[in-house]
């Protein structure tokens, strides 16, 4: 009996000094007077809150993409401000957030108005998840100081032929870049500035036209912008004013349209062939290759070309023409996709066997992270040195009975302009 109660009286003790460290008093920070971005801005500042007070808002871009570092920007429906954290946090783009202003110092740096020394722990409050904010539809020369921290779209722009195919930023040297973007009057630019501690700083900046989404930022009297993520910089379109000696996105839902061709050797299983290019259908159409078969796991060993037309390059200008094209893949390990050149290849036989090639793989740059369908542009790759009346391009995918992983192509483009 006195052996139970001993147990008993050590049980009540260890549950009794049992401490809660997973759920702080997050309640018990105060409310206090509601106040609104475009209130805060139109104070005197540096201005230090003291009193009860707080700011409802949603993050439009966090850290994760390591293109901030303890920052965030927030809007709400008065306008959009800079939050400077005294640590990362975990705040993610789309938290409706509150944020309980004491102690906080609304100032400058810059010319950019920040809401400084927010603690994450102490000041903020989620609310709600997934509440995205739209972003505001702007032309280049509408952009000004009274946009600074809005999220914001433009249609219909692209980067300077200096910007175009570069690398975002210096991820080697872990460096900032400025890129610039144009509209297509080419009259008006606006910086995009990367982090070189950004988990896309190599990669390259798309060669195309199209629309992009970005954050408002400016750097004393410049205005410039800051991207969430590339995936945002949607440049599939042909560039103001190109003149393409070879296109093809593949948008008429055909694979061989415009005198491609494939050429094929491997397995035939339950009457596919396995690795051979084919048409992928989506909302994106794109042309896939993969050799394995998901109902049987099986991998079959094969070889498979995607060709072009025949070009006639001979007229171009010196320094064209420029291909470029966007690639991604995924389910590695397996053979990486290659790019080949010949001026002598006569259409019809198996490339293989005829034909003198030249592999180009070297100057692309491929897409090299197989966990997500994330397409990387190429970057401008120069076919000047192939000039004939007979050029050809030809993608190669190589997949073995041990392995392979699925690559796809899209929006192929050889410029002459």
Known sequence: MKKGVLISLAVFIFLGCKREYDNPPMSNIPVGEAITIAE?????????????SSLYAVVTMDESSGNL???????????AINVRLFSSGSLTEGDSIRIYLKNTVLGQYTGMIQLDSVDTDLNVIKIENNRNIIPQVVKINEIDQTMQSRLVRI???EFISASAGQSWADGVNQASIDRVLTNCSETDEIIIRSSGYANFADDLTPTGNGEITAIVTQFNTTMQLIIRNPSEVNFSNPRCGAIYVLSKDFEDGSLTSGGWTTFWSGTTAGGTDWGRFELFSSSDNAASASNFDISTFTNYATTSWFISPAMDLNSLAPGLPILTFDN?????????????VS??????????LQGTWTNLSGTV????????????TSGPIDLSAFKSSNTYIAFKYQGSNMDGATWEIDDIN???Q
């Open 40 to 52: 805060m801005k139109a104070l005197d500042y540096p201005h230090k809150f003291v009193g009860d």
């Open 69 to 79: 570092y303890k920052n965030i920007f927030v809007q709400d429906a008065t306008g």
């Open 155 to 157: 249609d219909s722009a």
């Open 328 to 340: 991604t893949h995924r389910y590695a390990p397996g053979a990486q996709l290659e790019l080949w």
């Open 343 to 352: 001026m002598d290849y006569d259409g019809i036989s198996d490339p293989s």
């Open 365 to 376: 740059n491929w897409d090299l992270d197989d966990t997500v369908w994330d397409w990387v």
């Open 414 to 416: 050889i410029e002459n």
